[in-house]
């Protein structure tokens, strides 16, 4: 009995980008792809009626872009694999799809020939580890174990470094206290003109117009 064949579904914005995918996934033996979607909407409302084993995902999309739609995907069909294929190399991104749930990460630029190993890998193993997936996991699990070293080390501050460290948050506070003051200062110098003028519209009858700008120098004492 001869094994049935992979069920793709293809969701990307970009119509060439599908097309090529298309024709691409005909020469591979015991693939079909079955679902073309432009967003995530579209792939969604899809997957309702017709079942499928592997996405290639895209990222960004108009309506849902992919991580989305990876996210509301897996939700509702626990068994389906989801493959991300992007042009964006970003390793934090790279590392939140996967934490959304997706099986693999691909490169747009990619070979033939990995696309296919990909699809057949996340079939068979669940994932599929390609070289930019692994290089963000790497320098994950390198940035723990840096931070953790990092936490285990006592700094040790001479006492003239206590003093400046002393002196410079003393001086942040003064800029911060400067800044409250000129602002308190500010509000006051606007309200009382703002009493000026309307006094002076009430014992002339005048209607204010809609935006009246204020000039005048805020002289603040030094600290």
Same mark, same amino acid.
Request: proline share 4%.
């Given at each position: 009995?001869?094994?049935?064949?992979?069920?793709?579904?293809?969701?990307?914005?970009?119509?060439?980008?599908? #097309? @090529?995918?298309?024709?691409?996934?005909?020469?591979?033996? @015991?693939?079909?792809?079955?679902?073309?979607?432009?967003?995530?909407?579209?792939?969604?409302?899809?997957?309702?009626?017709?079942?499928?084993?592997?996405?290639?995902?895209?990222?960004?999309?108009?309506?849902?872009? @992919?991580?989305?739609?990876?996210?509301?995907?897996?939700?509702?069909?626990?068994?389906?694999?989801?493959?991300?294929?992007?042009?964006?190399?970003?390793?934090?991104?790279?590392?939140?799809?996967?934490?959304?749930?997706?099986?693999?990460?691909?490169?747009?630029?990619?070979?033939?020939?990995?696309?296919?190993?990909?699809?057949?890998?996340?079939?068979?193993?669940?994932?599929?580890?390609?070289?930019?997936?692994?290089?963000?996991?790497?320098?994950?699990?390198?940035?723990?174990?840096?931070?953790?070293?990092?936490?285990?080390?006592?700094?040790?501050?001479?006492?003239?470094?206590?003093?400046?460290?002393?002196?410079?948050?003393?001086?942040?506070?003064?800029?911060?206290?400067?800044?409250?003051?000129?602002?308190?200062?500010? #509000?006051?110098?606007?309200? #009382?003109?703002?009493?000026?003028?309307?006094?002076?519209?009430?014992?002339?009858?005048?209607?204010?117009?809609?935006?009246?700008?204020?000039?005048?120098?805020?002289?603040?004492?030094?600290?």
């Amino acid at each position: 009995m001869p094994a049935r064949n992979i069920k793709v579904a293809i969701a990307d914005d970009h119509n060439m980008f599908r #097309k @090529g995918m298309m024709s691409l996934l005909k020469d591979y033996k @015991g693939m079909k792809v079955v679902i073309e979607a432009g967003n995530g909407k579209e792939l969604l409302a899809a997957l309702k009626y017709t079942p499928c084993d592997v996405v290639l995902m895209d990222i960004e999309m108009p309506e849902m872009d @992919g991580i989305e739609a990876t996210e509301r995907a897996l939700s509702r069909y626990p068994e389906l694999k989801v493959l991300v294929m992007s042009q964006y190399d970003e390793q934090n991104l790279i590392l939140h799809v996967v934490d959304k749930g997706a099986h693999g990460y691909l490169l747009k630029t990619a070979d033939p020939e990995e696309v296919e190993q990909a699809i057949r890998n996340v079939m068979t193993n669940g994932y599929h580890n390609s070289e930019v997936l692994t290089k963000a996991l790497f320098n994950k699990e390198k940035n723990k174990k840096q931070q953790k070293a990092l936490k285990g080390k006592k700094v040790k501050l001479s006492v003239r470094e206590l003093e400046v460290r002393s002196e410079e948050h003393t001086s942040e506070l003064q800029s911060h206290s400067f800044i409250s003051y000129a602002v308190f200062c500010l #509000k006051k110098k606007i309200n #009382k003109k703002k009493k000026k003028h309307k006094k002076l519209q009430t014992k002339l009858n005048i209607v204010a117009p809609n935006h009246i700008t204020y000039s005048f120098q805020l002289r603040v004492p030094p600290l």
